[in-house]
């Protein structure tokens, strides 16, 4: 049987407190249906706010900080099929949190790595976010990053640049995150015009490129490290890869 | 001239140092304004030769009163020269640092009028930067040797970490190729700042050098010899190699056409890393009678081949730094290691879960009791199967992207 659910936390929770009740773990638990065949078995997971709640509750008291931690970020992973995972980890730390510790466990060693590679993510969007400053000053960045990490990183950004203001955009997710010198904040934003730049924006983005296209030492030349280190899809939203 | 033009002579002429990484910073005055007191290191671009940029690496100026061969910036090289304001210097690295291109500012230069001179102006940007922008991020200057004390500390006040290249490898070397530097003379800055430290009761600043490869005859040995004296006396905290690329023709030089020892750079970063992190003591890497690395292995491999007697070792009960000389195992790999023998006994199927990979390591341990390999553990046994694994393609340089690994992170 597959069970879809509506992607939220919430629906999440309820699939979880659902597998308790029928005593059953499904085939696969997704909020994507498009996959999915005529044949297939399906059940749809209904929302349920109430069941949520309690659930939420009892991860909070049963499980450490760090793997609270650690279930957001996987559950920030919303470009791979994590949920089945996390659903059997879960399932794991309530029946005896020793089982959770387990690397070689293969439920265990999946959840970890969808957190580490949600971890490298904000890694990358510490390194490859690029701020244009507009004609007030503010700074904005676009971001699209492949997992959705922007509620993560707000506070990275806020500690550089505590004394201005700013913006970052994933317009992936339509998501922004604002900084206006005293409070971050985190809106979904449906649509957005194109700001108009600072006067000197065009002047340091130049200046930048100079740089960058300048310190690399011509018989040292490796464009496929590079590219492992900067991988092609960050680099639409970066001005040095402009031409 | 235009700031672009003083940036792109000024980039070229500073881009060959290689100390690049704003990790570890200790300071904890904060100037107020933009920027985090605390460097973590980010790279936030990566170069077309695959290097990090973490920082605006620059020089002040590319004129110099000095003759040093091995250098584009000597006096006779016929080249265009450029100098920055200190106030250009300071609007760069806060422009920079606001758009998130950069941690903060690297800044080097050659000698303009005379030492004194030189690190005043250097000084002056510095005191921009952290006074009138009351910028916080990163900043690393190389001190001028030869230039006054009271100049050395106020610059040392407000940077992050100074640094002062030795150059070359030995004494000798130094008379031949740089006839205006002494081995004091390069050491002044650094005995300074320690001395200082040290008086006040402080933490002395991890400060780091740079020793050129291959523009002069000495030997891995003794390259390794003396950086561990820099390390034992915690005069320094890192040392950088930097391959030799010839720019010029001399008689004490190896002639243009030389590719720069790449391969060799790499090695001597994997020993040094060793050195830092593994527990290896330098005469374990190289000794007297072995005195250049063998470029076919990586140093850890290398050690294990001459040291058959110290293997296999089992994963379940060696420790962390017996776990740590294996081939093929790194950090990470003996953290899951440690971690997961925990909960219980660890067999070979549990590493292939932790995917941990056993290409090199299968060699050399047990897991259980019993071998992951039946191979005998015989040198000539051994030597083969290691070099099919670490042969490189056929026409390729060795790839760049291990040299940045053996600066980052693992064996
Ligand atoms: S003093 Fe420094 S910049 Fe001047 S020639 Fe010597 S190495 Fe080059």
């Known amino acids: 049987m597959i069970w879809t659910y509506d992607g939220s936390f919430e629906g999440f929770l309820t699939s979880l407190h659902r597998s308790y009740i029928y005593k059953y773990i499904p085939e696969k638990l997704t909020m994507d249906s498009a996959g999915l065949t005529l044949l297939d078995e399906r059940e749809i997971i209904e929302t349920d706010f109430e069941t949520a709640a309690k659930v939420s509750k009892s991860i909070n008291e049963r499980f450490p900080k760090k793997i609270l931690e650690r279930i957001f970020h996987v559950f920030l992973c919303d470009d791979m099929p994590f949920e089945l995972d996390l659903l059997l980890y879960l399932r794991m730390g309530f029946k005896d949190l020793s089982l959770i510790h387990d690397l070689s466990h293969p439920v265990v060693y999946a959840v970890e790595g969808y957190q580490k590679r949600l971890l490298t993510t904000i890694h990358k969007m510490y390194a490859f976010t690029r701020f244009e400053m507009l004609d007030d000053g503010m700074l904005y960045a676009k971001i699209a990053p492949p997992r959705n990490v922007l509620p993560l990183i707000g506070k990275h950004f806020v500690k550089r640049l505590k004394s201005e203001h700013f913006i970052i955009h994933d317009i992936k997710r339509g998501l922004i995150c604002v900084w206006d010198g005293q409070n971050l904040q985190l809106h979904p934003i449906l649509e957005a015009s194109e700001p108009t730049l600072h006067e000197d924006e065009k002047h340091f983005q130049k200046l930048w490129k100079t740089f960058f296209d300048t310190v690399a030492i011509e018989s040292r030349k490796n464009y496929k490290v590079q590219r492992n280190f900067v991988p092609l899809l960050y680099r639409e939203l970066m001005s040095e890869f402009k031409s | ?411």
Request: some cysteine; overall charge positive.
């Open chain 2, 1 to 411: 001239m235009t700031v672009e033009e003083k940036l792109a002579i000024l980039t070229d002429s500073a881009k060959y140092d290689v100390s690049c990484s704003s990790s570890g910073s200790t300071r904890t005055q904060d100037f107020g304004g933009i920027g985090s007191t605390h460097a973590s290191g980010i790279c936030h671009a990566f170069s077309a030769d695959g290097r990090c940029i973490s920082l605006l690496k620059i020089l002040f100026t590319n004129h110099c009163i000095y003759d040093c061969v091995y250098c584009v910036n000597r006096i006779s090289n016929d080249r265009q020269r450029a100098a920055f304001s200190p106030k250009e210097v300071a609007d760069l690295t806060v422009n920079f640092y606001k758009r998130n291109y950069i941690e903060g500012l690297f800044l080097s230069s050659g000698i303009i009028g005379s030492e004194d001179h030189t690190m005043e102006l250097i000084l002056k940007s510095l005191k921009i930067l952290r006074y009138e922008h009351g910028f916080n991020g990163y900043v690393h200057v190389k001190l001028i040797p030869g230039a006054s004390e009271y100049l050395i500390r106020a610059v040392t006040a407000l940077a992050d970490r100074v640094s002062s290249n030795i150059e070359l490898p030995s004494q000798k070397s130094l008379a031949l190729l740089a006839p205006d530097k002494t081995k004091e003379k390069l050491f002044q800055p650094l005995h300074i700042v320690k001395n200082d430290a040290l008086t006040q009761g402080k933490k002395v600043m991890g400060m780091s050098t740079q020793m050129i490869i291959g523009a002069s005859p000495e030997s891995d040995y003794e390259i390794l010899k003396l950086s561990d004296t820099f390390y034992n006396k915690s005069l320094l905290k890192r040392v950088y190699f930097s391959a030799y690329i010839p720019t010029t023709t001399h008689k004490h030089l190896p002639a243009l056409n030389t590719p720069p020892p790449l391969l060799r750079e790499h090695r001597l970063y994997q020993a040094d890393w060793l050195m830092r992190f593994y527990g290896f003591a330098f005469d374990e890497i190289a000794s007297e009678k072995n005195p250049f690395l063998d470029e076919r292995f990586d140093p850890k491999l290398a050690w294990a081949l001459r040291s058959l007697h110290h293997f296999p070792v089992e994963i379940n009960r060696a420790d962390r730094e017996t776990l740590l000389r294996v081939p093929g195992l790194g950090v990470r790999s003996v953290n899951k290691i440690l971690r997961a023998r925990r909960q219980k006994l660890l067999l070979a199927r549990d590493l292939d879960t932790m995917k941990i990979s056993l290409k090199r390591a299968r060699y050399f341990i047990t897991a259980g009791g019993s071998p992951i390999d039946q191979t005998e553990l015989r040198y000539e046994r051994l030597e083969s199967k290691m070099l099919a694994l670490e042969m490189p393609k056929p026409g390729t340089q060795p790839s760049l992207f291990d040299i940045i690994q053996s600066t980052t992170g693992e064996l």
